[in-house]
């Protein structure tokens, strides 16, 4: 095995594969938006802290640029097709706007659990982020940061916790159209 130099532009490829969460938003008008983003980490425990990167062409940025938060939602492997034309603007499907979309798409959701933005009712869970930071590195995404204020996990997947009771099989985009899930799960001794 050899490793060779590869395209700088697809470079983040190698991160892959990763959740495709579902992001919600209202515009200034009231206009609910779910869109899919797997440019999400934790960057902080202590207060709970989620990053999202998104580019800056898109409504939900915009959204995201005035708005004073934003819900999280986790898909499960099959709600892959919901999730997918969610993202309209990539999987190129044309809806008039955007309250269109969330009908079309047939993903079961909720308007009114949470101000911020609309969430999935029957993914794994959903967290409520009230916006702490907005970032601009310089490049075609905007940052923007997160604190958790509420967060709600899937009973029959989750105990309250957090912990897994069944393997939880998240949605997870490799690249493109291309979408995978997690294998099974296993367990490591600590060291002490
Ligand atoms: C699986 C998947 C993952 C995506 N991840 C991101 C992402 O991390 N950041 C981003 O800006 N767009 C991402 N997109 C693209 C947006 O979801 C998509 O273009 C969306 O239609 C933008 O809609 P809006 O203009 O209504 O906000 C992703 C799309 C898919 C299908």
């Known amino acids: 095995m050899t490793m060779r130099p590869g395209t700088l532009a697809t470079s983040h490829r190698l991160l892959a594969p990763r959740i495709a969460y579902v992001v919600g938003t209202r515009s200034p008008a009231g206009e609910a938006n779910l869109i899919p983003v797997s440019n999400v980490t934790s960057v902080s425990t202590d207060p709970e802290q989620v990053l999202l990167a998104i580019y800056k062409n898109w409504t939900t940025y915009d959204n995201l640029s ?3 938060g934003f819900t999280l939602s986790v898909p499960s492997a099959d709600q892959r ?3 997918w034309k969610l993202g309209a603007r990539y999987s190129r499907y044309d809806f ?3 309250t269109a979309k969330l009908h079309a798409s047939k993903v079961r959701l ?4 949470d101000s911020f933005g609309p ?3 029957d993914g794994l869970g959903w967290l409520s982020c009230r916006i702490v930071q907005r970032l601009d590195a310089g490049g075609n995404h905007g940052i923007f940061i997160g604190e958790v ?3 709600e996990f899937n009973d029959d997947v989750y105990a309250s916790d957090g912990t897994p009771v069944v393997n939880p099989r998240p949605l997870m985009q490799v690249t493109g159209n ?3 899930t997690a294998g099974g799960t296993s367990s490591i001794p600590f060291g002490q």
């Open 66 to 68: 005035v708005a004073s």
């Open 81 to 83: 097709e919901g999730v």
């Open 96 to 98: 008039p706007n955007r």
């Open 110 to 113: 909720t308007d009114d659990a």
């Open 119 to 121: 969430i999935l009712s």
């Open 149 to 151: 204020v509420h967060v």
């Open 178 to 180: 291309l979408f995978t």
